[in-house]
């Protein structure tokens, strides 16, 4: 599998604030990245997703912005709540492979109150 | 409904016993995934299957052995497992013309 690299591993913010977390892909033939959110204990969960013929997708206070030419995405989430303290997974498959996620590092997010 | 469900929720073995994990969907996805997560490491693809048949084994050692019985149903058999086998086993699913994968809560597994 091609690695996706993510960054940064760890992120505090203050309550309100905007929390970004980036991620870099090699292989040019995934064609979907969603962002996962994990809780202890818990699966991960689908967060918001896009596909690269966008640049930009909002749902809510969650944002990713996508750049193909670079190989790059990144997530943005806006007004950071205590509640959205969790471990962030971006990632990526293709057409082939049966559509296998292929992961990020992580990264886990703390909002202070 | 996006519901995958895994049971048992947590499980303790001896490096001798044999034991299955189940995963349960009933959203009529016809590929099914196990990933393995170790502790603040993401999830691996352990294997894929497609229409109820094995589509990819990423090298996963005989000691995990799964089975696809029916269209909702995976199972992952468990056999003399080692200690660095311990980790959350997670199930997903996705509808066949879609992209999105539907994770269970996962099984902590922890081999003694």
């Known amino acids: 599998q091609q690695q996706v690299k993510q960054s940064p591993q760890s992120l505090i913010v203050q309550k309100g604030g905007i929390s970004i977390i980036n991620c870099a892909y090699e292989n040019t033939a995934f064609d979907y990245f969603p962002w996962y959110q994990q809780f202890p204990g818990k699966g991960p969960a689908l967060l918001i997703a896009i596909r690269p013929d966008v640049s930009e997708k909002k749902e809510g206070r969650f944002t990713i912005s996508f750049n193909k030419s670079a190989k790059q995405f990144s997530l943005h989430i806006m007004d950071s709540q205590p509640g959205d303290s969790a471990t962030y997974f971006c990632a990526a498959s293709g057409d082939t492979g049966r559509r296998a996620l292929t992961f990020g590092s992580g990264t886990r997010l703390q909002v202070q109150p | 409904d996006t519901e995958v469900t895994q049971t048992p929720k947590h499980l303790v073995m001896g490096m001798t016993n044999k034991k299955s994990l189940k995963c349960e969907q009933h959203?009529?996805?016809?590929?099914m995934y196990w990933y393995k997560q170790k502790a603040k490491k993401p999830p691996e693809l352990m294997f894929v299957?497609?229409?109820?048949?094995?589509?990819i084994n990423e090298s996963v050692p005989s000691r995990f052995s799964p089975e696809c019985p029916n269209s909702s149903l995976l199972n992952l058999h468990l056999h003399a497992l080692q200690p660095e086998d311990s980790a959350l086993y997670l199930c997903a699913s996705r509808r066949s013309a879609e992209e999105t994968q539907y994770f269970g809560p996962g099984t902590r597994l922890l081999v003694l």
């Open positions: 299957y497609s229409y109820e048949k094995l589509s």
């Open positions: 959203m009529g996805h016809r590929a």
